[in-house]
T-cell receptor, first 112, second 112 residues
Framework: SQTIHQWPATLVQPVGSPLSLECTVE??????LYWYRQAAGRGLQLLFY??????ISSEVPQNLSASRPQDRQFILSSKKLLLSDSGFYLC???????????FGQGTRLTVV | SQQGEEDPQALSIQEGENATMNCSYK?????LQWYRQNSGRGLVHLIL?????REKHSGRLRVTLDTSKKSSSLLITASRAADTASYFC????????????FGAGTRLTVKP
């Protein structure tokens, strides 16, 4: 069966520090991968999605970036965090086509 | 920008009552999906309804879709305290099946 792993679960980082969140999927190949951000009590904002290795579509121009170095690995990065980067970050995968998505458990990022 | 918009933003009912949540969207879709999120956790897929379907059932869940009004509703019958969660609709765009957008969600509280 397919599983998705996202870590760390919580993270407290100072302003200006770098960020690296990792997401990996098991049990499937060539998944579509997604990074979403959720502000407290709000909906999900699509940040990036990827349909293949090295293929990244960016939805929100900001100081975040994403990379897909391997088929089932999706990384969210920042060189210098801002206070406004605080939030709940969710990774998800879906199969090819118009299918449902499966989510990781999320990372709670607090920038101080 | 987010595709779907749910209403109400918050809903509080007694156990045993039915809960109805609505979702509106803006562009042509291939399908619409409903997800549930317990506080601080990832989202879990509940049900998917395709654009050529008008109604779908899954256990105590009933989803309707009106493509002429670009709206959908989720009905949870005989609610339980364990149904307390946030519920989100998500749309798969017809023009880009890799893109999946979520609304702001409805926070449902079921009082025992």
């Amino acid at each position: 069966s397919q599983t998705i792993h996202q870590w760390p679960a919580t993270l407290v980082q100072p302003v200006g520090s770098p960020l690296s969140l990792e997401c990996t999927v098991e049990g499937t190949s060539n998944p579509n991968l997604y990074w979403y951000r959720q502000a407290a009590g709000r909906g999900l904002q699509l940040l990036f999605y990827s349909v293949g290795i090295g293929q990244i579509s960016s939805e929100v121009p900001q100081n975040l970036s994403a990379s897909r170095p391997q088929d089932r690995q999706f990384i969210l990065s920042s060189k210098k965090l801002l206070l406004s980067d605080s939030g709940f970050y969710l990774c998800a995968w879906s199969g090819e086509g118009y299918t449902e998505a499966f989510f990781g458990q999320g990372t709670r990022l607090t920038v101080v | 920008s987010q595709q779907g918009e749910e209403d109400p933003q918050a809903l509080s009912i007694q156990e045993g009552e039915n809960a109805t949540m609505n979702c509106s969207y803006k562009t042509s879709i291939n399908n619409l999906q409903w997800y549930r999120q317990n506080s601080g956790r990832g989202l879990v897929h509940l049900i998917l309804i395709r654009s050529n379907e008008r109604e779908k059932h899954s256990g105590r869940l009933r989803v309707t879709l009106d493509t002429s009004k670009k709206s959908s509703s989720l009905l949870i019958t005989a609610s339980r305290a364990a149904d307390t969660a946030s519920y989100f609709c998500a749309t798969r765009w017809l023009a880009n099946n890799n893109d999946m957008r979520f609304g702001a969600g409805t926070r449902l509280t079921v009082k025992p």
